[in-house]
């Protein structure tokens, strides 16, 4: 018998065996199964491992149909939102960065301020004051204020167009209608005094706020301290017109010496030789000087004399005839514009003849006298201008011709160009001279005759 006929035997026992003990058979399939799971799971595992650490060819995972492609897709779009997760965290942190840095900037530039910054919400109560404003307007702590609560302590209002008011009622009102309407707010200045008594002058200018979609959040107040300013303005002002009452008076003093000189001496002519037959030739120098010294006093007088002035439309074409016939001017007028403006005919033909008799006297060698007049209408006003051809004014006398008795005239009080610097200012007006060695040219600006209203020509 061989080896096979043993094993065979040897089976067929165990066979028997096993299956005369039911217990060890179920052993020995429990056994296999185990065993075959193992084997399975083993198997599985490193076929996943395969697929997911083997990395095919592009060509063939872009199909589609590749059991990879939808695997190799999924996990590019899952690492591009990693990506973009990241940067969308970098850009929050920045964008949170930058806010508190320009809320801080924002903060130390209204913190640093010398004018006084103050927002109010629509309803007009202050939200927001930098400390240049508590200081200014004497409160420590603002907040919750309402504007009229704010600025009760305005007086004496003064706005850009030349109007003024005794309280803040029309300052509240017209911020008010920013708040509501975001119009443009008139800039004005006020007296103002503190809730400690202390007298201050306030520059106040204002704008409507507005969120980025447009709708009006509020208004926000700028406040400027202008008393040390208006009181140098004043000092300068005071200054200036000491000036001008000092050559005023010296003109007076040296017109009025030269005249009682020349009296003093024929005087004492007549006491010595009062038979001579010259006497009467003295005399009349006496009265000449007389009613010399009378011209500058009345002269003086009109000049200092508070005018009324008269508003109806006055036509300057007629008087600008009337005038240069009388001094002998030749006069050049263009045929348009209307030269029209609001104003009193007797004192603006004053003014112009006194303009012309100065042209008269300043043409050289009797060459003829020629005027050439333009005009110019633009925002209710008219610009005209009177040129002649006269030897005009040094440049170093340009600054003291409207001061009161200068004069470069060896007969004259130099109250005539005075005169008319104080006429054109009275109706609202100004004027200014420039000169040349070939003539002077006089611009005058007055309000045209279609800004009064009801006037009549």
């Not at 080896?3 to 217990?23: C, D, Y």
């Not at 008269?310 to 300057?316: E, I, K, N, S």
């Not at 109250?415 to 104080?422: K, M």
């Amino acid at each position: 018998m061989g080896t096979f006929g043993h094993t065979l035997v040897l089976g067929l026992v165990l066979v028997k065996l096993l299956l005369q003990n039911p217990l060890l058979l179920k052993l020995l399939v429990a056994t296999f199964l185990v065993l075959l799971a193992v084997l399975v799971g083993m198997v599985a595992m490193r076929s996943l491992r395969t697929n997911l650490t083997y990395k095919p060819e592009p060509e063939k995972v872009a199909n589609a149909d590749h059991p990879l492609f939808n695997l190799a897709t999924y996990n590019a779009v899952i690492q591009q939102m990693r990506e973009q997760e990241k940067e969308l965290k970098l850009l929050r942190q920045q964008e949170r960065d930058s806010a508190a840095a320009s809320e801080n900037i924002s903060e130390a530039v209204l913190s640093n301020l010398s004018s006084g910054v103050v927002f109010f919400d629509r309803a007009g109560t202050v939200r927001q004051v930098n400390n240049a404003a508590k200081s200014i307007l004497g409160y420590a702590s603002p907040w919750g204020f309402h504007i009229r609560d704010l600025f009760r302590g305005m007086s004496e209002v003064r706005w850009t167009d030349g109007s003024a008011s005794n309280s803040a009622a029309r300052f509240v009102s017209e911020m008010e209608r920013t708040m509501r309407e975001g119009s443009p707010f008139q800039r004005v200045e006020a007296e103002y005094c503190t809730p400690a008594g202390e007298r201050r002058v306030l520059g106040v200018g204002a704008s409507a706020v507005r969120s980025k979609k447009g709708d009006i959040l509020g208004v926000s107040c700028l406040i400027a301290d202008l008393t040390q300013i208006t009181e140098l303005s004043r000092q300068v002002r005071l200054r200036e017109n000491l000036a001008s009452l000092g050559e005023m008076s010296a003109g007076i003093a040296h017109e009025f010496k030269n005249s009682l000189a020349t009296i003093s001496g024929y005087a004492q002519m007549l006491v010595k030789d009062a038979s001579a037959s010259s006497s009467g030739g003295f005399a009349a120098k006496i009265a000449q000087e007389t009613e010399a010294l009378a011209r500058i006093v009345t002269e003086f007088l009109d000049f200092a004399r508070p005018h009324s002035v008269a508003r109806q439309t006055v036509d300057l074409h007629a008087i600008l005839q009337d005038c240069a016939q009388e001094t002998g001017i030749d006069l050049h007028v263009p045929a348009a514009p209307p030269l029209r403006v609001a104003g009193d005919s007797v004192l603006l033909r004053q003014a112009i003849s006194n303009l012309l008799r100065n042209s008269a006297e300043a043409a050289a060698n009797g060459r003829p006298v020629q005027v050439s007049v333009t005009g110019m209408i633009e925002a209710n006003k008219l610009q005209l201008k009177l040129a002649d051809n006269g030897h005009g004014i040094p440049a170093e006398d340009l600054p003291k011709i409207f001061i009161p008795f200068f004069t470069t005239k060896a007969s004259g009080t130099g109250l005539g160009l005075a005169l008319v610097h104080r006429i054109i200012t009275e109706h609202g007006g100004s004027i200014t001279v420039d000169s040349g060695s070939e003539g002077t040219t006089v611009t005058m600006t007055l309000s045209a005759a279609t800004a009064v209203s009801g006037a009549e020509a």
